[in-house]
């Protein structure tokens, strides 16, 4: 019989494997220097949300929607802060060395999936940052699986 296909949450390992890659990243992002203004003033608790944010995208548990305001506090949270492509690139540079530092698994279907994810949402990031931008009290959380896009984004 066909075994299921794991979530991409299941197979990085759940929210154990989450919450050590988001408190190393953040350690990693206070001591860089492109990336260390922007994050000056973020919360101890800033690693666990991203956590939770990430779990529920890629497939797990839905606490973030449920405790936390979804994919519009996501986007609230970046709105006015002008970031560049230059600390949008680090960020995801640092969050993939990281998953390599702490042995996430590094098969090509698994790392793909994360890095479109990682792409998109840190263009969108960046894009909400913008001058003018405004949340989307509406918008639904991304769910992210092992497949390609489908195609470009359409309004
Ligand atoms: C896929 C990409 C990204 C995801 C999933 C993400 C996720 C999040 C989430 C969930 C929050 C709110 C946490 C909470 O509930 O309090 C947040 C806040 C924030 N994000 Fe992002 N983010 C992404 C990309 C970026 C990038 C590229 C930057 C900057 C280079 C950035 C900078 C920030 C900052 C400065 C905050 C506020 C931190 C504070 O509390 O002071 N994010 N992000």
Redesign the pocket.
Known sequence: MDEPIPTLYEWLGGIDALNRLAERFYEHVREDAL?AP??????S??PK??A???AE?LGGPTA?SRE??GHP??VR??LG?H?SQG??R???TLLLETADELSLPDDPEFRSALVG??E???R???IN?QPGAAADESAPMPKWGWGEVKGPYRP
């Open positions: 990336l922007v994050f000056a003033h973020m919360s608790e800033h949300h991203v939770a944010f990430l995208v973030y936390r305001g506090h996501m949270s970046h802060r970031l600390q949008r680090r960020w995801v994810y990682l998109w949402g840190s969108l990031a960046v940052s």
